[in-house]
Nanobody, 125 residues
């Protein structure tokens, strides 16, 4: 059974930094890309960053480019999101998952996506 366990969220002041972690299990982690998503209060979930299976070809949402860095440790089945220069608009619950195009049969079954519980990041003074 696929599991995603996100951690590292906290209350942080604007301009601060946080490092999120997502420990995974139940699939061959090194064979798949991984993405971070976030869902701000009252809004839809959005894609934040993606890293391919071997760690290359990284992509970011325009809103986080230059401030966030995604990385992975295939030996630990874990993906990370280093966030710096945080802004109030970064406030959200953050989730990891396999990229949508690779997800079918892994963290999507019968058309339903499986998500972890996420980790809450609140940026406020």
């Amino acid at each position: 059974q696929v599991q995603f366990v996100e951690s590292g969220g906290a209350l942080v002041q604007p301009g601060g930094s946080l490092r999120l972690s997502c420990a995974t299990s139940g699939f061959v982690f090194r064979a798949y890309g991984m993405s971070w998503y976030r869902q701000p209060p009252g809004k839809e979930r959005e894609l934040v960053a993606t890293i391919l299976s071997a760690g290359g070809n990284i992509g970011y949402a325009d809103s986080v480019k230059g401030r966030f860095t995604i990385s992975r440790d295939n030996a630990k089945n874990t993906v990370y999101l280093q966030m710096s220069d945080l802004k109030p608009e970064d406030t959200a619950v953050y989730y990891c998952n396999i990229p949508a195009k690779q997800r079918n049969g892994i963290s999507r079954r019968n058309g339903v996506d499986y998500w972890g519980k996420g980790t809450l990041v609140t940026v406020s003074s």
